[in-house]
């Protein structure tokens, strides 16, 4: 069965400095993999997506992943973080299945 | 161009009691999934509909229903209510192209359903 793992419930970073969240799957083919934000009391925003092709996707707000088949992973990254960036980041992974998600990492932004 | 819409915004019931949620997706896209996120988790695929019909289905009891209606909205129905469907419902739409999906969902707002 597909599962998302993320290993970092909260993350605390400082204006400007760069982010990395992590995000493992399981998964027995190609998967499709997606990163979503989500303000508080909001529902979630798209940022990037990896369906095939370039291991390294651009997407909204300045964020980029890399897809590493060997590692089974897709990080998520951000060279230079706003305070407007701190919300709940959410991986998922699906295949022509509905989408399963991890469990979040919240990122805190401090001066 | 509209995004997905869902509506009410929140709802507060009592157990035993039956509860609707409604959805609207973006335009042009057929297809709506709807997810349970309860506090501090990520949310949980409860099913799909295309075709007013239910395409694929969560691990989530009969209590559970849903419609979709030819101008492609949706309903969520909860039925019984118990303590622990207290969550936020978010709705999720998509196109589906010659049976396949493209995968990327677009999701509402979402409603926060609190269940006394």
């Known amino acids: 069965a597909q599962s998302v793992t993320q290993p970092d419930i909260h993350i605390t970073v400082s204006e400007g400095a760069s982010l990395e969240l992590r995000c493992n799957y399981s998964y027995g083919a190609t998967p499709y993999l997606f990163w979503y934000v989500q303000s508080p009391g909001q529902g979630l925003q798209l940022l990037l997506k990896y369906f095939s092709g370039d291991t390294l996707v651009q997407g909204i707000k300045g964020f980029e992943a890399e897809f590493k088949r060997s590692q089974s992973s897709f990080n998520l990254r951000k060279p230079s973080v706003h305070w407007s960036d701190a919300a709940e980041y959410f991986c998922?992974?699906?295949?022509?299945?509905?989408?399963?998600f991890g469990k979040g990492t919240r990122l805190s932004v401090i001066a | 161009d509209a995004g997905v819409t869902q509506s009410p915004t929140h709802l507060i019931k009592t157990r035993g009691q039956q509860v609707t949620l409604r959805c609207s997706p973006k335009s042009g896209h057929d297809t709506v999934s709807w997810y349970q996120q309860a506090l501090g988790q990520g949310p949980q695929f409860i099913f799909q509909?295309?075709?007013?019909?239910?395409?694929q289905r969560g691990n989530f009891p009969d209590r559970f229903s849903g419609h979709q209606f030819p101008n492609y909205s949706s309903e969520l129905n909860v039925n019984a209510l118990l303590l622990g469907d207290s969550a936020l419902y978010l709705c999720a739409s998509s196109l589906l192209v010659s049976g396949v999906s493209t995968d990327t969902q677009y999701f509402g707002p979402g409603t926060r359903l609190t269940v006394l």
């Open positions: 509909y295309y075709e007013e019909e239910e395409r």
């Open positions: 998922a992974v699906s295949g022509n299945t509905p989408l399963v």
